[in-house]
């Protein structure tokens, strides 16, 4: 395997403030939906005329009591809800260039709700903000209400609500809050236990190297790692069934399997040692599209995968794929990750520190 510490530094967005107009448009943008500029600017209608075009679309299913539309939606829940949330800023998570209103609505959903399923959790309503420049289009903001709209529908879940914000010249955010509910116990970051395998559900690498041939202008080489960066495909149902399998620790993938797999290692105190030979067909999968140090980089390190990664002390249900094993901490050694036994210091994005080691 190659030394990780060669490779280039993983991203997993457009990481830090992004000229968007200097940015080349991604061959199929016009065809994806409509642009943040260019049409209806929406201060030329006011808050209750843009609400009654969006609630609409949104789906309300049976648990609701009171949809959308009064002071606040009434949900009906169990005894242990799920709650989490998570925001994407344009010119540091997407790019207008590159994606449509509709993938930042079905990716900012799609996120969240993968936080839920690696809480063990089934994921039942979210709450939707936009803060906008007043000048971005109105033809944008129904496409990313769509794009909110067709992935709480795929998934099951309903929109609850939300809020609607002006935003400084430039300044476009969306945020989404996700709810889950629990049928046992949560399964939390730190029950990895020596003996343990650590597992995936789902792909590794792929948004990110979506990300780095939209960057160089070459999605044609690899299309579905574009989409993927565009729009994750979390294993939603696959969360609970872990949980019932007995999964021991879990959490959605998100800033990359080094970084998240060093949480699980050092929330339960021990070191994950994963498998070189394991991680080569994710590497394989990229590597012409990408070369071999770049393809190996995007598989330790790529963010916003949104796979579910967990560690069971028994058998792995179907369609998980074992990426090492858990042991505990030798004389001396700190909890953490390992690659066949060697220390890694490449971990992937933090959205504070900066670019990676």
């Known amino acids: 395997m190659t ?57 309300a299913g049976t648990d609701l009591d009171v949809a959308p539309g009064d002071d606040a939606a009434v949900l009906r829940t169990g005894a242990r809800t799920i709650a989490t949330t998570d925001t994407v800023v344009l010119g540091r998570d997407w790019l207008d260039a590159w994606s449509s209103g509709a993938d930042v609505g079905h990716k900012v959903v799609l996120q969240n709700l993968a936080d839920v399923a690696a809480m063990g959790g089934r994921p039942t309503g979210v709450l939707v903000t936009l803060v906008a420049d007043p000048a971005v289009a109105l033809e944008w903001v129904l496409d990313h209400a769509q794009g909110v709209a067709d992935a709480c529908r795929a998934a ?34 730190s029950g990895a236990r020596p003996g343990d395998v650590l597992a995936v559900r789902g ?3 792929l948004a990110d190297a979506g990300l780095r041939l939209l960057t160089a202008g070459t999605g044609e080489r690899l299309p579905q790692a574009v989409d993927r960066q ?15 399998a007995g999964a021991t620790a879990m959490l ?7 970084r998240d797999g ?13 498998d070189p030979a394991a991680l080569e067909p994710f590497v394989a999968a990229l590597e012409q599209a990408l070369g071999r140090e770049a393809a190996l980089d995007c ?40 690659v066949g036994g060697r220390v890694v210091t490449h971990t992937g994005w933090d959205h504070f520190h900066g670019d990676p080691a």
């Not at 609850?160 to 046992?184: F, I, Q, R, W, Y």
């Not at 959605?252 to 080094?258: A, E, H, N, T, V």
């Not at 858990?326 to 004389?331: I, L």
């Open 3 to 59: 030394d990780p510490h060669a490779s280039t530094p993983a991203e997993a967005a457009p990481r830090g403030p992004v000229d968007d107009h200097a940015v080349a448009p991604a061959p199929d943008r016009s065809a994806r939906g409509p642009m943040l500029t260019g049409g209806t600017p929406l201060r030329s209608l006011d808050e209750d005329a843009l609400l009654a075009r969006i609630l609409p679309l949104f789906p």
């Open 156 to 189: 099951g879940v309903d929109v609850l609500g939300g809020d609607l914000s002006s935003a400084p010249a430039g300044v476009v955010m969306a945020s989404v809050t996700a709810l889950g509910a629990l049928e046992g116990g949560p399964v939390l970051r």
């Open 203 to 205: 792909s590794l690498g």
């Open 230 to 244: 565009r729009r994750p495909q979390p294993p939603l149902a696959d969360g609970p069934i872990a949980a019932r």
């Open 252 to 258: 959605d993938l998100s800033d990359g399997l080094l």
């Open 262 to 274: 060093g949480r699980i290692a050092r929330a339960s105190g021990v070191v994950v040692d994963l």
């Open 299 to 338: 598989v330790l390190a790529g963010g916003e995968e949104h796979s579910l990664l967990a560690t069971f002390a028994a058998e792995l249900p179907e369609g998980w794929t074992r990426l090492g094993t858990v042991r505990a901490p030798a004389a001396g050694e700190r909890p953490g990750i390992v």
